[in-house]
């Protein structure tokens, strides 16, 4: 079995006010990336202050989170949005997060985009490449993930930055690649074994099972664990010890081990 290295991310922080979401603090240890809302779909300012120290003291790396303004939807509803105000949305809420990362001695490392927007600049390409130009605008070393070989990675690597192929163990495949809608039946895996048993197969083989029932490759550098899970700090650990299990090194990005 070939081993290899991979980062285990989680999109957290995403309770709002009164409102609670996820297991953050349960989660935070098993994963080595954190995506953290920006106040968009989920998140406020003291979720984010505090999902930052949490990180911090976990050595996990800092991601912004970026979406579409719509707090009602949790950002998963597709809104209409030119190139500029993608460009601006994103730049406003990577600054920030970046200021309460900056105010604890520590710095964002990566970018995400959240939901509708992850999966519009996946096939979009001038939205991609809006969302690669302000990430290069606020700083040339962050990373930029997106959806593995999408327009998203493709606009990133164009900018000259670097980017991160992301797989998801809890989501079904299209023939595509893309991701299925989550309107549809069993878009969404529930059982922590079978989405587990998709990560180790996506990290170890570079493949996985489409809805269909077909095989197709998979790029993968990092794999996401989704917060909003009610069983999340279960499936983060689980997954954790099955990746290790199957020889490979879990690893945030820039600390890969080198052959």
Known sequence: MQHRTMDLSCDIGESYGAWRMGQDA???RWITSANIACGFHAGDFSTMQQTVLLA????VAIGAHVSLPDLQGFGRRELRVTTEEAYAMTLYQIGALSAFARAAGTRVAHVKPHGALYNMAARDAALATAIARAVRAFDPALILFGLADSELTRAGTTMGLRVAHEAFADRRYEADGSLTPRRETNAVIED??????????????????TR???????????ICVHGDRA???AFARRLREALDDAGVAIAKLGQERRA
């Open 192 to 209: 922590i074994e079978t989405a587990v048993a998709q990560a180790v197969q996506i990290a170890t083989a570079g493949s996985v099972e």
């Open 26 to 28: 349960q989660v935070m």
């Open 56 to 59: 911090k003291q976990h050595g």
């Open 231 to 233: 069983d999340a700090a």
């Open 212 to 222: 269909d029932g077909k095989t197709i490759r998979l790029r993968a550098d990092t």
